[in-house]
Nanobody, 115 residues
């Protein structure tokens, strides 16, 4: 399974970005997809997840600001980020999970939010 994330960049506080992650070499529709982030000096944390049944969950810090979605026809998961804050600055990673032996990570895309 290969995951290609894109859409990161530099944005001012209050702005928006949309991240995309395309999965190849997998049965995308059966996987739980997630977006994680890792800020400098901090542990990687879950930002949002979406199950194969389209159930979603979010970190408290992003609820109401971020929206995760998926397009199974395009093997793609999205993260729409709005009202961005400097604390959202991190490398964002997408994750594919379809069981203990089927857990894969993308290469990460950097999001920088300036104040």
């Amino acid at each position: 399974v290969q995951l290609q994330a894109s859409g990161g960049g530099l944005v001012q506080a209050g702005g928006s970005l949309r991240l995309s992650c395309v999965a190849s070499g997998s049965i995308f529709r059966i996987a739980t997809m997630g977006w994680y982030r890792q800020a400098p000096g901090k542990q990687r944390e879950l930002v949002a997840g979406i199950s194969s049944g389209f159930s979603t969950n979010y970190a408290d810090s992003v609820k109401g600001r971020f929206t995760i979605s998926r397009d199974n026809a395009k093997n793609t998961v999205f993260l729409q980020m709005s009202s961005l804050k400097p604390d959202d600055t991190a490398v964002y990673y997408c994750n594919y999970h379809a069981g203990r032996l089927y857990d894969y990570w993308g290469q990460g895309t950097l999001v920088t939010v300036s104040s």
